[in-house]
């Protein structure tokens, strides 16, 4: 009886270590949140706008999803701890210590970190490819003046490929978010949705605060790239000079 007693005694005091030894930490300040749910919701509807030939609005959801890779580029400057790419940037003895089983950090994994970067090139080249393609029959996007019209049509077609190709990388995030859930037991979608995770006490950062300087560099220098793509400087060039009348 007393050896179940004292046995007992242990475990509680066991847990209750485990217990003292985790809590909860903020991980994602709200705008890599918000930044991330807009994401989502904007590679839907440029889909569905495609699809349905609303191209005005297809043109808009473009706009807004270049505004949105543009501020999260800067966020990865200048936004919190683990907003920052420098905090996750997915280093080769990042890798090899994940792969080792020897990674102890928070936030985005080497391999998750591999996974967003990728994202954001093949948003970057969706985005980028977008501004200079057509349709041939009624949109234009507002770079398209720039080029020959046979190379924005073969931009056109690079715009559509490079969607199935980010298609299949979001199909893979899903998937791995699903893994992470029913294989390891780490709920990756909860945190995204909180900003909260619990956690091993260990080297945890806590500037998560959102800095007001640093979201106003990275909103105003968002809105200046959204504005030069699709602004007014290429619907106010000056006509082309007529042709010089002949001599004679």
Same mark, same amino acid.
């Given at each position: 009886m007393a050896s179940r007693t004292l046995n007992s005694s242990v475990i509680e005091e066991a847990s209750g270590y485990e217990r003292l030894r985790s809590r909860r930490i903020l991980i994602w300040d709200w705008p890599v949140r918000v930044v991330h749910w807009l994401f989502v919701a904007g590679v839907i509807a440029a889909y569905v706008t495609a699809k349905l030939g609303l191209m005005d609005w297809h043109a808009r959801i473009g706009a807004t999803l270049l505004g949105l890779l543009v501020f999260r580029l800067v966020w990865g400057f200048v936004g919190s701890h683990y907003a920052r790419f420098a905090h996750f940037f &997915?280093? !080769?003895g990042r890798i090899g210590s994940y792969v080792r089983g020897e990674w102890r950090g928070h936030g985005h994994t080497p391999l998750g970190a591999l996974s967003v970067l990728a994202l954001f090139l093949l948003l970057a080249a969706q985005i980028s490819t977008g501004l200079f393609a057509n *349709? *041939? @029959?009624a949109f234009q996007g507002p770079l398209v003046t720039y080029i020959e019209k046979s190379t924005s049509d %073969?931009? %056109?077609a690079w715009h559509?490929? @490079?969607f199935y190709v980010l =298609? /299949? =990388?979001i199909l893979f995030h899903i998937a791995a978010i699903v893994f992470y859930a029913a294989v390891k037991k780490n709920n990756l979608v909860t945190p995204m949705l909180t900003g909260w995770k619990t956690s091993a006490v260990g080297q945890v950062m806590s500037d998560t605060r959102v800095k007001l300087g640093a979201f106003l560099l /990275?909103? @105003?220098l968002a809105c200046g790239v959204v504005w030069y793509a699709f602004g007014v400087p290429h619907q106010t060039q000056p006509p !082309? /000079? &007529?042709a010089a009348a002949p001599a004679w």
């Amino acid at each position: 009886m007393a050896s179940r007693t004292l046995n007992s005694s242990v475990i509680e005091e066991a847990s209750g270590y485990e217990r003292l030894r985790s809590r909860r930490i903020l991980i994602w300040d709200w705008p890599v949140r918000v930044v991330h749910w807009l994401f989502v919701a904007g590679v839907i509807a440029a889909y569905v706008t495609a699809k349905l030939g609303l191209m005005d609005w297809h043109a808009r959801i473009g706009a807004t999803l270049l505004g949105l890779l543009v501020f999260r580029l800067v966020w990865g400057f200048v936004g919190s701890h683990y907003a920052r790419f420098a905090h996750f940037f &997915p280093t !080769p003895g990042r890798i090899g210590s994940y792969v080792r089983g020897e990674w102890r950090g928070h936030g985005h994994t080497p391999l998750g970190a591999l996974s967003v970067l990728a994202l954001f090139l093949l948003l970057a080249a969706q985005i980028s490819t977008g501004l200079f393609a057509n *349709d *041939d @029959i009624a949109f234009q996007g507002p770079l398209v003046t720039y080029i020959e019209k046979s190379t924005s049509d %073969s931009v %056109s077609a690079w715009h559509e490929r @490079i969607f199935y190709v980010l =298609l /299949a =990388l979001i199909l893979f995030h899903i998937a791995a978010i699903v893994f992470y859930a029913a294989v390891k037991k780490n709920n990756l979608v909860t945190p995204m949705l909180t900003g909260w995770k619990t956690s091993a006490v260990g080297q945890v950062m806590s500037d998560t605060r959102v800095k007001l300087g640093a979201f106003l560099l /990275a909103a @105003i220098l968002a809105c200046g790239v959204v504005w030069y793509a699709f602004g007014v400087p290429h619907q106010t060039q000056p006509p !082309p /000079a &007529p042709a010089a009348a002949p001599a004679w």
